[in-house]
Nanobody, 125 residues
């Protein structure tokens, strides 16, 4: 089992910046990929970014490419999402997730087995 706790959400102005953190605990040695997803009211869960835990390879959703950056601190079992130039349409609950699968980085929620509780991000115009 892997437990995940997100932090860093809140209210940010469009064009500003915000950094989300996700701390993992438990069987962190089993982590292969950590990802960020988001879900706005009335919408499906959307892929944001993923990072290979041992490779540091990254994958981004089209809507955040060039604005958001995913990174990790393996020593602290923590993954970050740096949100630069956020837009009102980035408003959502952001979730951290873990995949233990050895396949390549995935943008599908069904590939991830463990999820955090989520943190609300609200971008004002």
């Amino acid at each position: 089992q892997v437990q995940l706790v997100e932090s860093g959400g809140g209210l940010v102005q469009a064009g500003g910046s915000l950094r989300l953190s996700c701390a993992a605990s438990g069987r962190t040695d089993s982590i292969n990929t950590m990802g960020w997803f988001r879900q706005a009211p009335g919408k499906d869960r959307e892929f944001v970014a993923a990072i290979g835990w041992n490779t540091a390879y990254t994958l981004y959703g089209d809507s955040v490419k060039g604005r958001f950056t995913i990174s990790q601190d393996n020593a602290k079992d923590t993954v970050f999402l740096q949100m630069n130039s956020p837009k009102p349409e980035d408003t959502a609950v952001y979730y951290c997730a873990v995949s233990r699968s050895r396949v390549r980085l995935s943008d599908r929620p069904t590939s991830y087995e463990f999820w955090g509780q989520g943190t609300q991000v609200t971008v004002s115009s």
